[in-house]
Structures are given as structure tokens and as C-alpha cells.
């Protein structure tokens, strides 16, 4: 193999070994010339390298594209003004042994559909350096889109990855970055046999990891042979692969005017109303956002330039109620049964569970019927239902599923007739990922895989969701683009619980009173009972035997403690308030209320206190002790953390309002710490900070405004992040075949770096949990629970917890 693994140089090796040493060989080589030595063909650390080449290796592109272009292109079919290129990413170990089987593969696909290639490899796990000397040419990309065969993190590959270094890089080539998967762990016929598919191991290291750099597509294209251990294409998923590829690579090269984009809207659950849902979002305003920008960029998109939201809606849906079943949602094909058969290669596999073409779902009784409304070039789309209308959440368990002809249907209808060169998928979910099939690296039966096909799958999705979102990236080949949820608010109070709030802040006032104290203090009771509040507080007094007249006043203080205590945690829950519209950044109002949450959360690593402790050690108080007094329902410690409550947000108010604008919105942010010189003069002329003054002004005038500098800087960054507008130039940007940046998913109050949305999202860094704010929040939390069910428990801690840890509420905080 050393020699290159052909008969004659493996004869010539063992000749020249043996015409010296060994009898029989030396009696033949009588009278002969002897085999001469040659010093061995050492290939660059880094290079271009083609199968059919006359030199083994290009050390520059220049001298790689004079024989590609002039002489490989005529040679194979190939137009070289027209054809678009695939720059493939390869390891050094299967040129130097020769076992390239699975790359000629990938690679005569490729040229055969009349693609260009530059196939680059490296001796070393950093990528990175070769992708700079051999993706570019004068400074300008030589590729349309990439595709990495090694199956590992661009730099570090299984090892020590710089995901940060790997995101500049392919970030300057700007191109759609796909990793595809060598088996490692299994044989062909264990994962085609597998339910759960790729190995978990391998899920961690070659889907996982690359994730975080922005690859997506993670398609399994190639394993090793049994017997030899040698490599060995997948012939369907080469096929798809190239597919795939090239339909990213012909987003960079196609006008927009000629571009066609189909946008899939949900229904679920069928019949209720439902089309046109999704989690967190406003979703008809947001495609008119969608529509406006694109019409901006140069897309044909019809009459939809002169509609409004509503007359968008109506021409899309026209029944309001958006019934399914309802015969006036409007009908964009109608397919009959042979085209369908015709173009749907799996549509018999169907018939198991739905019978014969066309069945009753998305069907007029002969016909097969794709709902929705072209505008131009733009097909609004609304995806059928899962089928299972009764229990439609049958098809994620039953084995032998699969979703109906209809379903079936509209995605072959954007595929093969509308002939989409992209789908957006709208919000927070829909169906097509959640199909029939294996868990991570499907298979040409998995239904996910099959729907899809080659289609580019772009995929609005809401950041605070990124396990799902990942099950969507892994599934049906998404590349998400993450999406703001609503900003989280205080629940409030209403009705018996506002009344009983009034009546506690009227005994605060009169609690020394001895003949109106007690009388408020029935009313607490009495109103507590009705608001059902004995169920949240064991030591609650009994409404019919109970007198305020006949307790002590730290008895008073303690029931009215309890209650109170209450009241504040049910009126601090926080709830997502409104829907989000795509591209509407949120207004300084809706900025404040996220960075309060922000601002009240310790954040050790980056040596932040939260603005809670800071006040609190004003009046020589630990946040903590507070917490857990407020928990124990001490009156005066529940009064303190809300009166602290109160001075965060009136702070962080103060922050947001140096940067707003006439129009309550905030468009830049006005920069409290950039001017070193001036902030010193000011400090020096007595001068405070508008957050400082806003804290004194709610009572606390001995606050540490050093204390409190890392955490405004943190929050002046991050409102620049929350109210930055990336999700529609993120849009425009995969729809050009350009690289969606990435980024976390999860909750951006716990993990702020999940802003600004607009990024390709990923689950979870695995060498980043857990930090140590985390562990922190985590003893603090689980000592608060523990006190609690010990006062629950008449003064006992329980003899046993069970915890039940769901993956995604980790991912997200």
C-alpha cells in the first residue's frame, strides 16, 4: 500500500527485498539488472488532490485549475462557465493508502451532473488553513458550497475543536457548509437495521460537534467493507448528497427575479383554526416582513406587493376558520392519481396504512389537493396534517406509519411541479421532521428523508426551543434560522388575588393599630381562602374559627408574611407576552422587561453579581438569607425583596431610556461606558449614572456603583443584541447560498449569547456544561426547595426526592 497497492509495485517491492537475501529469488535474478531502489512519493501535509490527475497532488489552485479547466472539463462533459463547483473537504490518510472509493464516488457524481470540484485535504486536524489557500483565488471564492467527507469539526476534529476559529473561516468563504458522515461505529447493514440509527457516539462527535461550527446536512454517505476494512460509498446517499449540494450551490448563481421559494405554513391540530400557527410568532405578519424584503432584494413575488397582512390571509386560507375539510381553503393543484404514482417514487410503501390514491385527506375524491396561493415566484403552502386526526400524535409511535398520500403530495407538488429552489419552513413546528423514520442519519426509507428530498430546507425556528429545532436540523436537513421569542413579563395579579394584594399593602400601613390591624387581617384570610391559597399554604388558619383579634402581632405579622410571599411569586411568574413578528425588533418597553430577568441572575463565570445582591449588601443584607426568609414568609424580608424588585427595574429602565427613541424603540444604543475621559470628569463634578440616581431614588442610596459596572456593561451589550435585526438578513443571506452564521439555542435570559437571533442554531456545547453559575443557581435552588418542603412537611425533610431531568429544559438553561 506503501507503494500504492498495485501487483506489479507490490512484485518490484518484494523483489528488491529479496534479490539480495533470500536464495530463490537471488538465482532468478542471474544475469538480470537488478531492481533499483527509488525514493518514495511523499505527499504535502496539504494540497488539492483529484483522482484522475497526471500529478499526484496541486500545491496552489492556479496550477489545479489548468489542468481542471482546460483539460479534465472537455475530457468529462463538463461547461466550465456554467457549471457551478463544490469545494470537498478529505482526509490525507485515505489518499496516502489509496482508500478513496467513497471520495471518487461523491466526486464522479458530482462531475457527472455537470459540477466542478476542488478537493482539498490536510495531513492535520485544523482545516482551516487549507480552506483560506484553496477555496479562494485573488481573494474571491472558488466554490458555491462545501462539503466536509471527514465527518468532523472543521478545526481539531475529534479532538480539541476552536469552533470560534472555524466560524471566522467560514464565515469569510461565506458559502453553505455541509457535513456528511463515514459510518464508524457500525456496519451498513447494523445501521439500516438500527430504529435509533447513527451511533450515539458518533451522533456526539460528527454531528454534534460540527453543528456548532454551522455545518448542517448531516447524511450519511459512506462505511467500511467487513471483510477488507476498507471504504465503501452508499450508493443512494452519494446520489442525494450531490443532489443536495448542487441544488445550495445554484442559490448563489441564479438571479433573484428567477428564484422560486415555497412557504410552508402549519395546521395543527387540524380543524381548529389553526393554519398559519406557530410557537411565539405572529407568523401572517411576519411573512409580509418576509414578502417586503424580498420583494426589496429583486424576487417576483406577484400580487402580493400591494396586500396588506389580512388580504394576504384571506387569499391564502379565505375561510377565516381555515378548516381543513372546509372546501373554500384555497386549492393551488390539484394532482391527479398517475401524476402522483408518477412522480412519488414511495408512494406505494403508503398504501399499507391509507389505502389505495388518492383516500379522503387533502383529497377532492379523485384528485389529491395541494392548499395554498402563488404569488409569483413565491408558493405559499399550507402543510397537511399529520392524518391521524383523532390521535394525531399516533404517527410518532406506531412503527409502521407513515405519513398519507396527501401529505406525500405536497411535498412532491414543490419539488417536481412547483419546482422550488427552496422551502421555508414557518415557525415552530410543523410535521415533516417528526415523521416515520430513524432518530439521526436517515436512510432513503426514512420519511423525513424522503419528503424533503433535495430540497433546501431553511427553517424559521424560536430561540428558546433549540431541541427541537435540532431534531428538525438533523431530520429533514434544515438550516435553522433562530427567531426572538416574546419578551417575558410579570404574570400580575387579577380579581380575588389584586384585591387581596390591596389588603396586604392597607395592614402594612395599620399593622400597629390594634382595632383596624386585626380587622384587615380577617379580610386576608377570609379573601385567601376564596382564592384557594390554602392549597399553596398548609399553616393557612381555618376561615370559620379564625379572629384577628385574638393573635399576637408577630403572629399577624406571620400569616399576613406567608400569604404575602405568595402573592409576590405568583405576580413575579414570568410569561411570554405577545407574539413575535419576524424582523420587528422588540421596543424598549419589551427590552427592559427581558434585561430585568437578565440583570437579576448571578453570572460568576464572567464575574457578574446580579443587581439584587448588589442592592441588597447596600443595607448589609445577603440576597440569599432574603430569598429564603421571603420563602418562610417573613414579612419584612418579602416588603425588601420587592422593594429591591423595584429598584432593579426602575435601574434598568433607566439604561434602556438613555438609548430611545422618539418612537419608544431602540435602534442604537447609546454607549454609557465608551467615553473613559468623560466618565472620569464626571465622576469627579459628582456626576452618577442614570441607574445609580433610578436605584436612589427607589430608597437604596448607599449602593457600590463599582460593584454594579461589569453588570451594566454586560446589559448595555445585551440590549444591543436584543433589539439587533438579523432574522431577515439571515433570510436573504441562505437564499443567496450563503452562510448562516451559528449559534446557541436556549432560554436568553438564562444565556444572553443566544442573542441576537438570526443564527443557524445548535443544541449544546458538550465541553461547556455545566458552568459554574450554574452549579451556584443549582445549590441555591435545590436549598430553597428543600426548605420549603421542610416547612410544607410540618418541620421534616422528606425521606426521598425523585427528579425527572428533561433534555430539553437542560438545553435551554
Given at each position: 500500500?506503501?507503494?500504492?497497492?498495485?501487483?506489479?509495485?507490490?512484485?518490484?517491492?518484494?523483489?528488491?527485498?529479496?534479490?539480495?537475501?533470500?536464495?530463490?529469488?537471488?538465482?532468478?535474478?542471474?544475469?538480470?539488472?537488478?531492481?533499483?531502489?527509488?525514493?518514495?512519493?511523499?505527499?504535502?501535509?496539504?494540497?488539492?488532490?483529484?483522482?484522475?490527475a497526471?500529478?499526484?497532488?496541486?500545491?496552489?489552485y492556479?496550477?489545479?485549475?489548468?489542468?481542471?479547466?482546460?483539460?479534465?472539463?472537455?475530457?468529462a462533459?463538463?461547461?466550465?462557465?456554467?457549471?457551478?463547483?463544490?469545494?470537498?473537504?478529505?482526509?490525507?490518510?485515505?489518499?496516502?493508502?489509496?482508500?478513496?472509493?467513497?471520495?471518487?464516488?461523491?466526486?464522479?457524481?458530482?462531475?457527472?451532473?455537470?459540477?466542478?470540484?476542488?478537493?482539498?485535504?490536510?495531513?492535520?486536524?485544523?482545516?482551516?488553513?487549507?480552506?483560506?489557500?484553496?477555496?479562494?483565488?485573488?481573494?474571491?471564492?472558488?466554490?458555491?458550497s462545501?462539503?466536509?467527507?471527514?465527518g468532523?469539526?472543521?478545526?481539531?476534529?475529534?479532538?480539541?475543536?476552536?469552533?470560534?476559529?472555524?466560524?471566522?473561516?467560514?464565515?469569510?468563504?461565506?458559502?453553505?457548509?455541509?457535513?456528511?458522515?463515514?459510518l464508524?461505529?457500525?456496519?451498513?447493514?447494523?445501521?439500516?437495521?438500527?430504529?435509533?440509527?447513527?451511533?450515539?457516539?458518533?451522533?456526539?462527535?460528527?454531528?454534534?460537534?460540527?453543528?456548532?461550527?454551522?455545518?448542517?446536512?448531516?447524511?450519511?454517505?459512506?462505511?467500511?467493507?467487513?471483510?477488507?476494512?476498507?471504504?465503501?460509498?452508499?450508493?443512494?446517499?452519494?446520489?442525494?448528497?450531490?443532489?443536495?449540494?448542487?441544488?445550495w450551490?445554484?442559490?448563489?448563481?441564479k438571479?433573484?427575479?428567477?428564484?422560486?421559494?415555497?412557504?410552508?405554513?402549519?395546521?395543527?391540530?387540524?380543524?381548529?383554526?389553526?393554519?398559519?400557527?406557530?410557537?411565539?410568532?405572529?407568523?401572517?405578519?411576519?411573512?409580509?416582513?418576509?414578502?417586503?424584503?424580498?420583494?426589496?432584494?429583486?424576487y417576483?413575488?406577484?400580487?402580493?406587493?400591494?396586500?396588506?397582512?389580512?388580504?394576504?390571509?384571506?387569499?391564502?386560507?379565505?375561510?377565516?376558520?381555515?378548516?381543513?375539510?372546509?372546501?373554500?381553503l384555497?386549492?393551488?393543484?390539484?394532482?391527479s392519481?398517475d401524476?402522483?404514482?408518477?412522480?412519488?417514487?414511495?408512494?406505494?410503501?403508503?398504501?399499507?396504512?391509507?389505502?389505495?390514491?388518492?383516500?379522503?385527506?387533502?383529497?377532492?375524491?379523485?384528485?389529491?389537493?395541494?392548499?395554498?396561493?402563488?404569488?409569483?415566484?413565491?408558493?405559499?403552502?399550507?402543510q397537511?396534517?399529520?392524518?391521524?386526526?383523532?390521535?394525531?400524535?399516533?404517527?410518532?409511535?406506531?412503527?409502521?406509519?407513515?405519513?398519507?398520500?396527501?401529505?406525500?403530495?405536497?411535498?412532491?407538488?414543490?419539488?417536481?411541479?412547483?419546482?422550488?429552489?427552496?422551502?421555508?419552513?414557518?415557525?415552530?413546528?410543523?410535521?415533516?421532521?417528526?415523521?416515520?423514520g430513524?432518530?439521526?442519519?436517515?436512510?432513503g426509507?426514512?420519511?423525513?428523508?424522503?419528503?424533503?428530498?433535495?430540497?433546501p430546507?431553511?427553517?424559521?425556528?424560536?430561540?428558546?426551543?433549540?431541541?427541537e429545532?435540532?431534531?428538525?436540523?438533523?431530520?429533514s436537513?434544515?438550516?435553522?434560522?433562530?427567531?426572538?421569542?416574546?419578551?417575558?413579563?410579570?404574570?400580575?395579579?387579577?380579581?380575588?388575588?389584586k384585591?387581596?394584594?390591596?389588603?396586604?399593602?392597607?395592614?402594612?400601613?395599620?399593622?400597629?393599630?390594634?382595632?383596624?390591624?386585626?380587622?384587615?387581617?380577617?379580610?386576608?384570610?377570609?379573601?385567601?381562602?376564596?382564592c384557594?391559597?390554602?392549597?399553596?399554604?398548609?399553616?393557612?388558619?381555618?376561615?370559620?374559627?379564625?379572629?384577628?383579634?385574638?393573635?399576637?402581632?408577630?403572629?399577624?405579622?406571620?400569616?399576613?408574611?406567608?400569604v404575602?410571599?405568595?402573592?409576590?411569586?405568583?405576580?413575579?411568574?414570568?410569561?411570554?407576552?405577545?407574539?413575535?413578528?419576524?424582523?420587528?425588533?422588540?421596543?424598549?418597553?419589551?427590552?427592559i422587561?427581558?434585561?430585568?430577568?437578565?440583570?437579576?441572575?448571578?453570572?460568576?463565570?464572567?464575574?457578574?453579581?446580579?443587581i439584587?445582591?448588589?442592592?441588597?449588601?447596600?443595607?448589609g443584607?445577603?440576597?440569599?438569607?432574603?430569598?429564603?426568609?421571603?420563602?418562610?414568609g417573613?414579612?419584612?424580608?418579602?416588603?425588601?425583596?420587592?422593594?429591591?424588585?423595584?429598584?432593579?427595574?426602575?435601574?434598568?429602565?433607566?439604561?434602556?431610556?438613555?438609548?430611545?427613541d422618539?418612537?419608544?424603540?431602540?435602534?442604537?444604543?447609546?454607549?454609557?461606558?465608551e467615553?473613559?475621559?468623560?466618565?472620569?470628569?464626571?465622576?469627579?463634578?459628582?456626576?452618577?449614572?442614570?441607574?445609580?440616581?433610578?436605584?436612589?431614588?427607589?430608597?437604596?442610596?448607599?449602593?457600590?456603583?463599582?460593584?454594579?459596572?461589569?453588570?451594566?456593561?454586560?446589559?448595555?451589550?445585551?440590549l444591543?443584541?436584543?433589539?439587533?435585526?438579523?432574522?431577515?438578513?439571515?433570510?436573504?443571506?441562505?437564499?443567496?447560498?450563503?452562510f448562516?452564521?451559528?449559534?446557541?439555542?436556549?432560554?436568553?435570559?438564562?444565556?444572553?449569547?443566544?442573542?441576537?437571533?438570526?443564527?443557524?442554531?445548535?443544541?449544546?456545547?458538550?465541553?461547556s456544561?455545566?458552568?459554574?453559575?450554574?452549579?451556584?443557581?443549582a445549590?441555591?435552588?435545590?436549598?430553597?426547595?428543600?426548605?420549603?418542603?421542610?416547612t410544607?412537611?410540618?418541620?421534616?425533610?422528606?425521606?426521598?426526592?425523585?427528579?425527572?431531568?428533561?433534555?430539553?429544559?437542560?438545553?435551554?438553561?
Amino acid at each position: 500500500y506503501w507503494l500504492g497497492g498495485s501487483p506489479e509495485n507490490l512484485e518490484s517491492l518484494m523483489t528488491l527485498l529479496g534479490q539480495d537475501y533470500v536464495e530463490s529469488v537471488k538465482s532468478t535474478m542471474e544475469g538480470k539488472e537488478k531492481v533499483k531502489s527509488v525514493d518514495p512519493v511523499l505527499l504535502p501535509d496539504k494540497a488539492i488532490w483529484h483522482p484522475v490527475a497526471p500529478d499526484i497532488v496541486f500545491e496552489n489552485y492556479a496550477a489545479y485549475q489548468k489542468w481542471y479547466d482546460l483539460e479534465h472539463c472537455p475530457a468529462a462533459g463538463i461547461d466550465v462557465a456554467t457549471a457551478p463547483t463544490v469545494g470537498v473537504i478529505l482526509q490525507k490518510s485515505h489518499i496516502n493508502t489509496k482508500d478513496d472509493t467513497h471520495y471518487v464516488s461523491l466526486i464522479s457524481e458530482l462531475e457527472s451532473r455537470g459540477a466542478r470540484v476542488v478537493c482539498l485535504y490536510s495531513g492535520g486536524l485544523d482545516f482551516s488553513g487549507p480552506v483560506m489557500d484553496y477555496f479562494f483565488d485573488a481573494g474571491e471564492q472558488v466554490v458555491d458550497s462545501v462539503i466536509n467527507l471527514t465527518g468532523f469539526a472543521l478545526v481539531g476534529g475529534p479532538a480539541s475543536q476552536d469552533h470560534a476559529k472555524a466560524v471566522e473561516v467560514l464565515s469569510k468563504l461565506d458559502r453553505p457548509y455541509m457535513c456528511a458522515v463515514p459510518l464508524v461505529f457500525q456496519s451498513f447493514a447494523e445501521w439500516e437495521q438500527s430504529e435509533l440509527g447513527l451511533h450515539p457516539i458518533q451522533v456526539a462527535l460528527q454531528v454534534s460537534l460540527p453543528e456548532i461550527d454551522g455545518a448542517i446536512e448531516p447524511i450519511i454517505f459512506a462505511g467500511r467493507e467487513g471483510a477488507t476494512g476498507r471504504s465503501v460509498p452508499l450508493a443512494d446517499r452519494v446520489g442525494l448528497l450531490a443532489d443536495r449540494a448542487l441544488k445550495w450551490s445554484g442559490l448563489s448563481m441564479k438571479k433573484n427575479a428567477e428564484k422560486k421559494l415555497a412557504i410552508t405554513i402549519f395546521s395543527f391540530p387540524p380543524d381548529k383554526g389553526n393554519v398559519g400557527t406557530a410557537a411565539y410568532l405572529d407568523v401572517f405578519n411576519s411573512i409580509s416582513a418576509v414578502l417586503k424584503e424580498l420583494n426589496g432584494e429583486g424576487y417576483d413575488i406577484g400580487e402580493a406587493v400591494d396586500m396588506e397582512t389580512g388580504d394576504l390571509i384571506d387569499s391564502v386560507l379565505n375561510d377565516k376558520e381555515a378548516r381543513i375539510s372546509s372546501p373554500e381553503l384555497n386549492v393551488a393543484y390539484r394532482m391527479s392519481v398517475d401524476e402522483y404514482q408518477e412522480l412519488t417514487p414511495y408512494a406505494g410503501d403508503l398504501e399499507a396504512n391509507w389505502g389505495a390514491p388518492p383516500g379522503n385527506l387533502n383529497s377532492d375524491g379523485q384528485n389529491l389537493l395541494v392548499y395554498g396561493k402563488q404569488f409569483g415566484n413565491v408558493f405559499i403552502g399550507v402543510q397537511p396534517s399529520f392524518g391521524y386526526e383523532g390521535d394525531p400524535m399516533r404517527l410518532l409511535f406506531a412503527k409502521s406509519a407513515s405519513p398519507h398520500h396527501g401529505f406525500a403530495a405536497y411535498y412532491t407538488y414543490l419539488e417536481k411541479i412547483f419546482g422550488a429552489d427552496a422551502v421555508l419552513h414557518f415557525g415552530t413546528h410543523g410535521s415533516l421532521e417528526f415523521m416515520p423514520g430513524k432518530q439521526v442519519g436517515m436512510s432513503g426509507a426514512c420519511y423525513p428523508d424522503r419528503l424533503i428530498h433535495s430540497l433546501p430546507n431553511i427553517y424559521y425556528y424560536a430561540a428558546n426551543n433549540p431541541s427541537e429545532a435540532t431534531i428538525a436540523k438533523r431530520r429533514s436537513y434544515s438550516a435553522t434560522i433562530s427567531y426572538l421569542t416574546p419578551p417575558a413579563e410579570n404574570a400580575g395579579l387579577y380579581k380575588g388575588l389584586k384585591e387581596l394584594s390591596d389588603l396586604i399593602a392597607s395592614f402594612q400601613t395599620l399593622r400597629d393599630n390594634e382595632a383596624r390591624g386585626p380587622a384587615i387581617l380577617n379580610s386576608i384570610v377570609s379573601t385567601a381562602w376564596q382564592c384557594n391559597l390554602d392549597k399553596d399554604i398548609p399553616s393557612l388558619p381555618p376561615v370559620d374559627t379564625f379572629d384577628g383579634k385574638a393573635t399576637t402581632a408577630e403572629e399577624r405579622d406571620d400569616i399576613v408574611g406567608k400569604v404575602y410571599a405568595r402573592i409576590m411569586e405568583i405576580e413575579s411568574r414570568l410569561l411570554p407576552c405577545g407574539l413575535h413578528t419576524v424582523g420587528v425588533p422588540p421596543t424598549a418597553e419589551e427590552s427592559i422587561a427581558t434585561l430585568v430577568n437578565i440583570a437579576s441572575l448571578d453570572r460568576p463565570d464572567e464575574g457578574i453579581e446580579s443587581i439584587n445582591r448588589v442592592i441588597a449588601s447596600s443595607v448589609g443584607r445577603n440576597i440569599d438569607d432574603i430569598y429564603k426568609n421571603v420563602n418562610a414568609g417573613v414579612l419584612k424580608d418579602v416588603e425588601l425583596n420587592q422593594k429591591i424588585i423595584e429598584a432593579s427595574r426602575a435601574a434598568t429602565r433607566a439604561l434602556v431610556m438613555e438609548s430611545t427613541d422618539a418612537d419608544g424603540r431602540v435602534k442604537e444604543v447609546k454607549g454609557q461606558f465608551e467615553d473613559a475621559a468623560g466618565g472620569l470628569l464626571g465622576r469627579m463634578m459628582g456626576q452618577k449614572k442614570p441607574w445609580i440616581k433610578a436605584i436612589a431614588e427607589a430608597g437604596f442610596d448607599k449602593v457600590d456603583e463599582k460593584r454594579l459596572e461589569p453588570l451594566f456593561k454586560y446589559l448595555e451589550v445585551g440590549l444591543g443584541r436584543i433589539v439587533a435585526n438579523n432574522e431577515l438578513s439571515a433570510l436573504t443571506k441562505a437564499l443567496d447560498g450563503r452562510f448562516i452564521k451559528p449559534g446557541p439555542g436556549g432560554d436568553p435570559i438564562r444565556n444572553p449569547d443566544v442573542l441576537p437571533t438570526g443564527a443557524n442554531m445548535h443544541a449544546l456545547d458538550p465541553q461547556s456544561i455545566p458552568t459554574t453559575a450554574a452549579v451556584e443557581c443549582a445549590e441555591s435552588t435545590c436549598n430553597q426547595l428543600l426548605d420549603r418542603l421542610k416547612t410544607d412537611n410540618g418541620g421534616e425533610y422528606p425521606e426521598s426526592i425523585a427528579f425527572t431531568l428533561w433534555g430539553t429544559d437542560n438545553i435551554k438553561t
